[in-house]
């Protein structure tokens, strides 16, 4: 029983997990990744070449009579343009965060997607990944205060106006660790979703093997749905995760 339970356990995170090797089939050897890489280091690869193919050939193009691929292209483009890094920080400062933002909303939603593959991994759902994207964005939020608006200033922006000095202390502090639990946040918000989302999916599958394989009537259309529901979350965190460092960065440099 104990072993059954730790088979099924093993199986399920080795699909989920960091790992050397790349199983592509069930039936194929899997691929040791050479240079000492990663699937999820391989994953975040893969993304960069995608996006930077995906933007070439729209590009080139779009020079001509722009297709259905340039207009699905440029609407997502706009989409972040107009409905977040625009509205959050007006159209003067936008410009100059309009490559960043793009950048980062991109490179997550492919590796998102990139995810939803069979015989892919999410690096997303490696804890690692989003922390470093966080931490970038915790980097972003000091740099761009200090130069914007200075640093005492900025120090000075976290006292309340007009409270008593106990208050505007203790208020001030928060403010301060709000800083960091942001970012922790951030990090923690994406990983979790993207992790356990695949890890669903894989728990009602392996159900199968599990119970009986008459349960598929039950656990594959869980398994779709769950499915489905991962298309858009694989979305929505790309799109919240962008839309949360926007507005940091832009509440950092405000007066």
């Not at 080139?60 to 691929?69: E, I, L, T, Y």
């Not at 761009?144 to 008593?164: Q, W």
């Not at 502090?173 to 990983?191: A, P």
């Not at 009602?204 to 008459?214: A, D, G, M």
């Amino acid at each position: 029983m104990f072993a059954q339970e730790a088979g099924v356990s093993e199986t399920l995170f080795n699909h989920v997990l960091n790992s050397s090797e790349l199983d592509l089939f069930p039936f194929i050897p899997p691929i040791n990744l050479p240079f000492g890489i990663t699937v999820h280091q391989f994953m975040l690869i893969i993304a960069a070449l995608v996006i930077l193919v995906v933007f070439t050939i729209a590009a080139k193009k779009s020079a001509r009579k722009p297709g259905k691929f340039v207009i699905g292209v440029e609407t997502l483009i706009l989409f972040i343009r107009d409905d977040v890094v625009y509205s959050i920080m007006g159209e003067e400062k936008g410009k100059k965060w309009l490559p960043f933002f793009i950048s980062m909303f991109v490179f997550l939603l492919v590796i998102n997607f990139l995810g939803l593959i069979p015989a892919f991994k999410t690096a997303t759902g490696n804890i690692n990944v989003t922390t470093a994207m966080a931490v970038i964005v915790f980097l972003l939020t000091f740099i761009v205060g200090f130069k914007e608006i200075g640093v005492v200033r900025f120090f000075k922006n976290l006292f309340p106006e007009g409270a008593p000095v106990p208050i505007g202390i203790f208020v001030a502090l928060l403010e301060f660790i709000s800083i960091f639990t942001r970012s922790i946040v951030l990090s923690l918000r994406l990983f979790a979703n993207m992790f356990a989302g695949h890890l669903a999916i894989l728990s009602f599958l392996v159900l199968l093997f599990v119970i009986s394989p008459f349960f598929g009537f039950v656990a594959v259309p869980f398994a779709v749905f769950t499915y489905t529901l991962e298309v858009l979350i694989a979305f929505l965190q790309a799109f919240v995760f962008t839309l949360l460092s926007c507005i940091f960065i832009s509440m950092a440099s405000s007066h």
